[in-house]
């Protein structure tokens, strides 16, 4: 493993601070600092921004505590940090980084950082690095036991989330409605034990495990399914009876990339997968693109995804009311000139949010459609953002009974932009 | 500044130092990064002939099994012209590793700086969403065949057949 040291170039990091790579990355020391608050809208001065600060984050994710702080969770310049703001985004504090991996670090597309915060002030934050030069990666957590502890939120070292030695990738995590962790992600380990044997298998497995600690320990890790694509990100909600729903891109015969969802029992395993759609996208390869989920309090379930099939092109919504064993026929989103894609969903209640990008070859537009009736019935659809450089991917974020958009624009910095009650 | 900046740097001054006004077969090998002009530029060096980019990505597992092939048919056809695209944010010595062992060290190649966006992509393609494989068997008349995914060769060896008997 290389060590090296570098002067962070991100304008809230004080100097002297030594970075590594790999795992030497508790940077509590910075969160005892209290350096100038970031402005809102900090603006990156190059094309290619190169520091580890939130200006040059090109992945960010938002979550709320119960204090009504907002954290947010950023990758930039090779590095994952987190900070706070007590004031709904307009600044930061606290500038944490808690790992710090140059170009291993996993930047792709489709990846983002994950970060969940439970009432009790647990943080679990999770990324993917890359571990080998064949680019097999492994995910990466690190826990603070309390964001609001006087001297900082002390994320820990960060760890392998599994001891198997594949690669994995993407995950995602969330605290259920009775504070148990439940985190999934992408694993290697069947595709690996395939080879082997002789055998060749397309993308990987889904995995997951369930924690009862917060993420300082976690259950066995479970696969779930065998056929899933590789390189799309997966997306996760829990339903009314508190078990996870998990929508991912599958791999069904022979090259159809399509969608699937997984509930859960009340065991809390996995029930088998239930397509959502057969779009028939027949493609040996990597999509980069990977749908959302969203359940409303009624149980219907909601998922929205980006397919080329011959079936149909473009962005697409369905429901199911069934507990997913049949979905309704995919509703066109959006502009399909306009390449609609990345959606995310947001449900509260028995309201429903669906926010999505567009690109119209001068400006990167986020788009929104609500419906407050679990999807019977929907808005027109609106501008919600808009931006003429690069954006990163759209998350609707809940607090309290407001919806908002979290955004992070090369242009304009990060926002939080409330949206309308419907 | 880190290793990576250093190399970019030095690999875009090289880059400018040759040049696209440089015969096509001077660009063949070293990868270089792709900056904002560098594929306009291979289109017009590329002006009415048939020109085949293919793009693929480090950290995409079907494009690196694919690999190797584009090298096997590289051989078989050491006259089309080739151009490939490495489309994921991946250090330059780790892509060119990589075509070298895809007997593909010989052939232009580029490698975009960091991730690629909307605006990005557009100037490469502007009907690519981001999936990888991806290859594009643009045409003399500048008609463009779009291969997504793994490229089955045989089709590739067809169109290539179809432009020397229209060219002719």
């Not at chain 1, 690190?142 to 994320?155: R, V």
Request: glycine share 8%; hydrophobic share 40%; charged share 20%.
């Amino acid at each position: 493993m290389t060590t090296h040291i570098s002067k962070p170039t991100g304008f809230l990091a004080p100097a002297g601070f030594v970075l590594c790579m790999g795992l030497c990355l508790n940077m509590t020391v910075l969160a005892q600092s209290e350096p100038a608050p970031m402005q809102h809208h900090a603006q990156a001065d190059s094309k290619h921004c190169t520091g580890t600060g939130l200006e040059c984050a090109t992945a960010v994710t938002p979550a709320f505590d119960a204090h009504n702080n907002l954290w947010l969770a950023w990758v930039a310049g090779g590095a994952v940090s987190v900070a706070h703001s007590i004031n709904l985004g307009r600044s930061f504090k606290g500038v944490t980084i808690v790992g710090s991996y140059g170009e291993l670090m996993d930047s792709g597309a489709d990846a983002k950082p994950q970060l969940a915060i439970d009432a009790r002030g647990h943080a679990v934050l999770a990324y993917g690095v890359f571990k080998d030069k064949a680019y097999n990666a492994e995910v990466l957590i690190s826990t603070s036991a309390s964001i609001w502890a006087k001297d900082g939120p002390a994320f820990t070292v960060p760890r392998s989330l599994s001891v198997d030695p594949a690669s994995q990738r993407f995950p995602t995590l969330a605290f259920n409605p009775d504070g148990r962790l439940f985190v999934t992600w992408l694993d290697k380990r069947t595709v690996a034990l395939a080879r082997q044997n002789g055998q060749t298998q397309a993308g990987a497995a889904l995995a997951y495990a369930w924690s009862d600690d917060a993420g300082k320990t976690f259950l066995a890790d479970t696969i779930a399914e065998d056929h899933t694509c590789e390189c799309c990100r997966l997306a996760l909600a829990f339903d009314p009876e508190r078990q996870p729903v998990i929508a991912y891109r599958a791999i069904f015969p022979e090259h159809e990339r399509d969608h699937a969802v997984i509930r859960f029992g009340e065991s809390g395993r996995a029930l088998p997968a239930q397509r959502v759609a057969e779009d028939h996208w027949d493609i040996d390869g990597c999509p980069h693109h990977g749908p959302s989920v969203a359940v409303t309090t009624d149980g219907t379930i909601h998922a929205a995804w980006f397919t080329e099939g011959s079936a149909r092109q473009g962005l697409f919504y369905a429901r199911s009311t069934d507990h997913g064993q049949r979905f309704s026929g995919p509703k066109a989103i959006g502009n399909m000139a306009q390449r609609p894609g990345r959606a995310t969903l947001l449900a509260s209640g028995d309201s429903i949010r669906l926010a999505w990008k567009e690109f119209d070859g001068k400006r990167v537009l986020i788009k929104e459609q609500h419906s407050t009736d679990a999807g019977q019935h929907w808005s027109n659809e609106r501008i919600i953002g808009e931006t003429h450089h690069a954006a990163d991917h759209p998350v609707l974020i809940a607090h309290g009974r407001e919806a908002y958009l979290s955004w992070m624009t090369h242009d304009e910095g990060y926002q939080l932009i409330k949206l309308q009650t419907p | 500044m880190n290793t990576r900046s250093l190399i970019r740097i030095w690999s875009l001054s090289l880059g400018i130092l040759l040049g696209a006004a440089l015969p096509a077969s001077a660009h063949a090998g070293s990868t270089r990064l792709l900056d904002t002009g560098s594929f306009a530029q291979v289109r017009t060096r590329y002006a009415h002939k048939p020109l085949i980019v293919h793009i693929w990505g480090l950290t995409c597992g079907p494009c690196l099994e694919e690999l190797p092939r584009w090298g096997e048919f590289k051989k078989q056809y050491p006259d089309m012209n080739l151009v490939l695209i490495q489309a994921d944010d991946a250090p330059l010595d780790a892509v060119r590793s990589a075509l070298e062992h895809a007997a593909l060290g010989g052939v232009e190649s580029w490698s975009v700086p960091s991730e690629l966006d909307e605006f990005s992509r557009a100037r490469i393609d502007p009907s690519w969403s981001g999936e990888m494989p991806r290859t594009l068997l643009i045409a003399a008349d500048g008609a463009v065949t779009t291969v997504r995914g793994v490229a089955d060769p045989a089709r590739i060896a067809r169109w290539l057949t179809l432009q020397s008997v229209n060219t002719k």
